[in-house]
């Protein structure tokens, strides 16, 4: 269970959220600026919210009230970011190992790293470098960094946006498949109306920091 309430004051206006989500794909849709990413940003730990609080699995990664500010790395949140963040001068196992090196916890806590990449069909590179990669192997392999520390929360900024057309109809039916396995919540950002239907269990529109009125901008697909 995700619970947010936060303000993140910015420089031409205040973003406002407040959001619960029990192991759904949340969709974010709105036009560039409106603040979709800097929400992302305040969950994972990479900014710190004006006022409010974070919780995921009762856990409390941020309350201005308690003065609680969880780092990142301490987290257990997935981030997928939008160019993918691979580091080109290591290998795809390289990258994917990277993210388990400033984690603390024990090691039977995370996923076989090398048997996530053979799950998502990239087994077969992981001597190669990020350069060697197409646009939908990278993202496989960055979806694999993500998921290895078994994360209670996966978030992901405009994952299909520099692939083309067939690619990202695949992935993104990947991606419901892979959240149909992982039951843990997902926040998804993106431009696309069409693609913010297909995924979202909960969609929400965000204009200058702010959500659009319930019953126009929240729509729970009934299946």
């Known amino acids: 269970m995700l619970e947010v309430n936060l303000v993140k004051k910015l420089w031409h206006f205040n973003l406002e959220l407040i959001l619960k989500a029990d192991n759904e794909i949340v969709v974010l849709l709105g036009p560039s600026g409106s603040g979709k990413t800097t929400i992302l940003q305040c969950l994972a730990g990479l900014l710190k919210p004006s006022s409010g609080s974070i919780k995921v699995n009762d856990k409390v990664l941020f309350s201005a009230e308690q003065n609680i500010n969880v780092p990142t790395r301490h987290r257990d949140i997935g981030y997928l970011f939008q160019d993918y963040a691979l580091f080109p001068h290591l290998t795809v196992k390289e990258n994917v190992y990277y993210g388990l090196k400033s984690r603390r916890a024990a090691a039977d806590t995370y996923l076989n790293p090398m048997e996530l990449l053979e799950s ?32 209670k929360l996966l978030l992901l900024d405009e994952p299909f946006s520099a692939l083309d057309k067939n690619t990202r109809l695949c992935l993104r039916e990947e991606l419901k498949n892979l959240h149909q396995s992982w039951q843990i919540p997902f926040i998804l950002v993106t431009h696309d109306e069409e693609e913010a239907e297909y995924l979202g269990d909960q969609l929400i529109v965000i204009e200058k920091g702010k959500a659009l009125p319930q019953k126009y901008c929240i729509h729970r697909r009934i299946s």
């Open 120 to 151: 998502f069909g990239v087994g077969h590179l992981v001597n190669r470098y990020p350069r060697q990669l197409s646009g939908g192997e990278k993202q496989r392999v960055a979806l694999a960094r993500a998921l290895a520390i078994r994360p």
